[in-house]
């Protein structure tokens, strides 16, 4: 390889792995569901917010995790307006919109789908953009 296809493959290697390279994509998106405009993840599949989390922090835990999974984050990903990373109470890193963590609902079993929103006495809502 000539010396300056190497500058230029070593340069474009360094910001894959730089800071910006983490802010490339928001970690959500946002779809179109039954009941509006919802976010959603990688895979479509719809965000919810839990009314008892509170001051940018998960106080969704243990076995209410399994039912609601986190919307985790990276390691070493770095936010930017609206989004942010909470800290976990097991120290992983989960997203976070507008200072509200984000979770999946695991009886939605196809994009689009809303089952979440309102469960628990309204303590689930879709997160809405």
């Known amino acids: 390889m000539s010396a300056p ?17 983490a802010l490339a994509a928001d970690p959500a998106k946002v779809a179109e569901t039954s009941k509006g405009k919802a976010l959603v993840d990688a895979s479509g599949m719809t965000l919810y917010v839990f009314a008892k989390d509170k001051d940018g922090a998960s106080n969704c835990n243990g076995p209410c995790a399994t039912n609601w999974p986190p919307l985790k984050a990276a390691a070493g990903a770095a936010a930017a307006a609206p989004w942010s990373i909470v800290v976990r109470a097991d120290g992983s890193s989960q997203w976070a919109y507008k200072g509200k963590p984000l979770y999946t609902w695991t009886k939605d079993k196809q994009p689009g789908d809303v089952t979440g929103d309102g469960f628990l006495e309204g303590a689930w809502a879709i997160a809405r953009p």
């Open 5 to 21: 296809a190497l500058s230029v493959a070593l340069a474009a290697a360094a910001l894959a792995f730089s800071p910006l390279a």
